[in-house]
């Protein structure tokens, strides 16, 4: 009964492709985040969704684009995937101004 | 803008040796404030928060006050164990945020060895 899980654990991937990152919760939240954390454990928010809805877009490339397809799910998808965009990317999830709850992370290397 | 601070790590400590994390914000107003805690290869789980001035968050015998007038919110335990090595992150939310978006400081690596 995991809370908050994201698929693929690990992506390897090269320079130029498109992939996709998966977000599921299952503890009913409306609030929905995507955070990159670097080489050096930085974390800085990418997007948050309420209840589908985009409310925070920080200063992201374009070719990064979430999805929402309902409130328990949220997806990211890369485009022209580039060597500076390995990193790990954790989604999570609350209640408006609640508690967020983490997913495990997706570590993702482009080579 | 908001800001959060950290000390900068690793930090090695003994077992059973007092610990302290460092950590001073800015931000505008009362913000809310947050210890989070990274074990190796895995998400974030909060440690513990803190609404407004004074208060005192607690959790797995680890505190942290809310210090207005100093703009800090210190992490300590009193003896760490092997399995509190991990990395912290201490984190605001802006009283302006409707939404709960969290300002992370760059993170504290404890190592804590037997």
């Known amino acids: 009964d995991t809370a908050v899980s994201q698929t693929p654990k690990y992506l390897v991937t090269q320079m130029g492709n498109d992939k996709s990152i998966k977000c599921e919760q299952n503890?009913?939240?409306?609030?929905m985040y995507w955070y990159k954390q670097d080489s050096k454990k930085f974390l800085k928010i990418m997007f948050s969704y309420n209840n589908k809805e985009l409310i925070i877009n920080e200063t992201v490339p374009n070719r990064f684009s979430p999805k929402s397809p309902d409130k328990a799910h949220l997806n990211l998808h890369i485009n022209s995937l580039e060597l500076g965009d390995s990193a790990v990317y954790f989604c999570?999830?609350?209640?408006?101004?609640?508690?967020?709850?983490f997913g495990p992370g997706t570590r993702l290397t482009v080579t | 803008g908001n800001s959060v601070t950290q000390m900068e790590g690793p930090v090695t400590l003994s077992e059973e040796a007092f610990l302290t994390i460092n950590c001073t914000y800015t931000?505008?107003?009362?913000?809310?404030l947050f210890w989070y805690v990274q074990y190796p290869g895995e998400g974030l789980q909060l440690l513990l928060k803190a609404t407004k001035a004074d208060d005192k968050g607690s959790n797995k015998g680890f505190e942290a006050t809310y210090r207005k007038e100093t703009t800090s919110f210190h992490l300590e335990k009193g003896s760490v164990q092997v399995s509190d090595s991990a990395v912290y992150f201490c984190?605001?939310?802006?009283?302006?945020?409707?939404?709960?978006?969290?300002?992370f400081g760059a993170g504290t690596q404890v190592v804590v060895t037997p």
């Open positions: 999570a999830s609350s209640l408006p101004r609640g508690e967020q709850y």
């Open positions: 984190a605001l939310s802006p009283i302006t945020d409707s939404w709960g978006k969290l300002q």
């Open positions: 503890l009913g939240h409306d609030t």
């Open positions: 931000a505008t107003g009362y913000p809310s």
